[in-house]
């Protein structure tokens, strides 16, 4: 009987993206596991240059999920973990609070729900009438708000490469993968742009805007596909109209949370996102 010979693999873990969920994953994985080799293979020349470096900086309070479910769960208790490893590293951060402001009487039903929601999930909401608008942002009107007191803002980047830094892990960047060949029993082999092959045990996909494509070099059918969607921002030419964060209620009829305004780490105030097809994943321009 022929011997089948010991494959030698170049890591325990490999995960694909670079980006806050690649790093945090490889972060998690050398914390739970001392001794797990992981490898992290991103295809840019360093951290976090995708959505992870281009987002609005919230730390998100998990007020809009729904109570019970892992998003609701893990949002809450994400937000408390974001802010203590960044006050443990000395990452810039605060936990400003954000406002959600209704201006129109059909909004009321929808930021009622929203109030309801916040509680369930344990998350301290109060509710103000419009003319207590004021006492969080004086040139804010509205017909009522809520404000969401554990909502924050910090500086994703220096986040992920703190993740980097504190995972252990081998980070290679400038590694493109452009191929996996995953067998049964034998762990995963990927080849990279450059032509080099990495084998691990076992392979993570945090690709991001790529995670369907990663997902079908396996073998297989994520049964999604990702349609790309811009969101552009402007700067507030006078940021000292609003003190924090302050957001429209959602409309249902759109997945997204509407155009915000976000005071910055920067101390800027942007306002944004909008949601544009884009013409390519990773397009950031008219180009
Ligand atoms: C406009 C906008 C605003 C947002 N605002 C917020 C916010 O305020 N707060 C919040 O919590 N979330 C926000 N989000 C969501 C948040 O930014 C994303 O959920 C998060 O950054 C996703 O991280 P990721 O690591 O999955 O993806 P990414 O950051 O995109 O990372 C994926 C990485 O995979 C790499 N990659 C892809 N293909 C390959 C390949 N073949 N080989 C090697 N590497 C590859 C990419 O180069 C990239 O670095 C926002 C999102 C958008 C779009």
Not at 64 to 80: C, E, Q
Not at 104 to 125: F, K, T
Not at 172 to 178: D, E, I, N
Request: proline residues 7%; glycine residues 14%.
């Amino acid at each position: 009987m022929a011997r089948v010979p010991e494959i030698a693999y170049d890591c325990d873990v490999l995960v694909i993206g670079g980006g806050i969920v690649g790093l945090s994953t490889a972060y998690a994985i050398t914390r739970a596991a001392p001794g797990t080799r992981v490898t992290v293979l991103e295809k840019e020349p360093g951290p976090a240059r995708h959505q992870t470096g281009r987002n609005s900086g919230v730390i998100h309070s998990g007020i809009y999920y729904r109570p019970g479910s892992l998003k609701a769960r893990y949002a809450v208790r994400g937000a408390a973990e974001m802010v203590k490893f960044c006050a443990e590293y000395g990452i810039p951060h605060a936990v400003t609070g954000k406002l959600i402001v209704a201006t129109d009487r059909s909004e009321l039903p929808r930021l009622h729900a929203l109030v309801q929601r916040g509680r369930e999930n344990g998350i301290p909401v109060r509710e103000l009438g419009g003319s207590q608008i004021a006492e969080y942002e004086p040139e804010v009107r509205g017909l009522a708000a809520i404000h969401v007191g554990t909502t924050g803002i910090c500086d994703f980047v220096a986040v992920a490469r703190q993740l980097a830094h504190g995972s252990g892990a081998e980070i290679r960047y400038g590694t493109r993968v452009v191929r996996v060949d995953r067998r049964p029993e034998r762990g995963v082999a990927v080849l990279t742009a450059a032509g080099d092959v990495v084998r691990g045990r076992m392979l993570v996909n945090c690709a991001g805007l790529y995670s369907d494509e990663i997902a079908r070099l396996t073998g297989d059918d994520p049964d999604v596909r990702i349609v790309p969607f811009r969101g552009e921002y402007y700067e507030l030419a006078r940021p000292e109209l609003v003190r924090g964060l302050v957001y429209p209620v959602p409309d249902p009829a759109f997945p997204f949370l509407g155009v915000h305004l976000t005071r910055g780490i920067d101390g800027g105030v942007h306002v944004g996102p909008n949601a544009v097809p884009a013409l390519a994943r990773e397009g950031y321009g008219w180009g």
